[in-house]
């Protein structure tokens, strides 16, 4: 099936569910994102800062990007200027640089907190106790620059369905708690950004309102970095 056949089984699939699509371009060539572009998407997600600001200069304005990789904080000058949403969001300390940044292009920036929920050593992402602390503390409430919609979490590779159902539920249960705590009164806390190709359907049954699709909208990956 081509990109264009795949996206549109995905928005069929969506759209009863109330579940936003993002598909994950990292690195594709522009002309399958324009495939994409073409046939009606509009958000993509990237992981590394150098490809996402290369193909934001050559890809059409319309596009919503959103950063689903790790950020370094020296980094976020060269994506402030644009970026949609920022799904990566693992520190106080982060997001005090996104408001910074934020602040010089006159930009309010919706920010995801990663939240760990795999069972691996290798993911990035807040732990509960972490998440609870940053919302709690004085710096992230003078933050006027960032607005955080909701959280993000990875699954383990490789578990059984039984761990990935676990821990999607964790992350639900979690944002159910921040919202009550935190951002009752907040309509756009709304987010639940969870599930990947191999796994959005145990996701969106565990409440998920954003899923990060690509291995199976675009094909697999050739691990070749896209160069303007
Ligand atoms: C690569 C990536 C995805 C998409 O993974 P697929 O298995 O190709 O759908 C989703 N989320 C994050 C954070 C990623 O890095």
């Known amino acids: 099936m081509s990109i264009a056949d795949n996206l549109l089984k ?9 579940v936003q699509l993002i598909a994950v371009s990292k690195y594709q060539q ?5 495939e994409a572009y073409n046939a009606g998407q509009r958000i993509f997600g990237e992981n590394i800062v150098q490809e996402l600001v290369d193909k ?11 950063l689903i990789g790790h950020l370094q904080s020296n980094k976020v000058k060269y994506i402030a200027p644009f970026i949609s949403c920022i799904q990566s969001v693992d520190s106080l300390k982060l997001l005090i640089e996104i408001n910074k940044q934020a602040k010089k292009h006159n930009r309010v920036i919706d920010c995801l907190l990663q939240i760990y929920i795999a ?8 732990g509960f106790d972490e998440v609870i602390e940053l919302l709690r503390s004085e ?12 959280l993000m979490g990875i699954a383990s590779n490789n578990a059984t369905e039984k761990q990935t159902n676990d821990e999607f539920t964790e992350l639900k249960v979690l944002f159910d708690g921040i919202k009550l705590s935190f951002f009752r009164k907040d309509d756009t806390f709304k987010e639940v950004s969870m599930g990947m190709s191999g796994d959005y359907r145990l996701a969106i049954e565990a409440g998920s309102t954003m899923v990060r699709i690509g291995s199976s909208i ?5 691990i070749k970095h896209f160069k303007a």
């Not at 522009?30 to 324009?34: E, F, G, K, N």
């Open 139 to 150: 710096e992230y409430a003078a933050l006027k620059n960032i607005r955080i919609t909701g």
């Open 30 to 34: 522009p002309d399958a994102i324009m």
């Open 10 to 18: 995905y928005k069929n699939e969506l759209d009863g569910e109330q």
């Open 56 to 66: 934001q200069v050559e890809l059409p304005g319309d596009i919503e990007w959103h």
């Open 119 to 126: 069972d691996e050593d290798t993911k990035f992402g807040l």
């Open 218 to 222: 675009f094909g697999k990956r050739v």
